[in-house]
């Protein structure tokens, strides 16, 4: 399994206190919305999901994807996990690791060959 690409992102958690409907509903998807609105702490989980399409971005072998076609999906009890809903992105394995304070987030992705 060859790695193709890596991508790195670390953003402040302010940066999402105040940030209005629109501009969410433009960077992330229903479900990520429906997560992250839902938690004590909103802004945090918002700033570490835009880390991960960020670094996404930099890490996919091919450009020009909408942030809406990257999502960050989180289960109870679960690591979250990255999907790319991109045809070309079919036959690459896709690994996320974010992590996050009240003041900042971070995530890292790995691209490798299926």
Known sequence: M???GI???MEKVSRF???SPALLRRIFTETELSFCLKTLKPAMHLAARFCAKEAAFKALPFKEIAFK???VLSAPGAKPELKVHDKRADGFRIDLSI???DDAAVAFVVVSEN
């Open 2 to 4: 060859a790695i193709c």
């Open 7 to 9: 991508g790195v992102d």
């Open 17 to 19: 206190e105040n940030a």
């Open 69 to 71: 076609n990257i999502e």
């Open 99 to 101: 992590s996050h304070t």
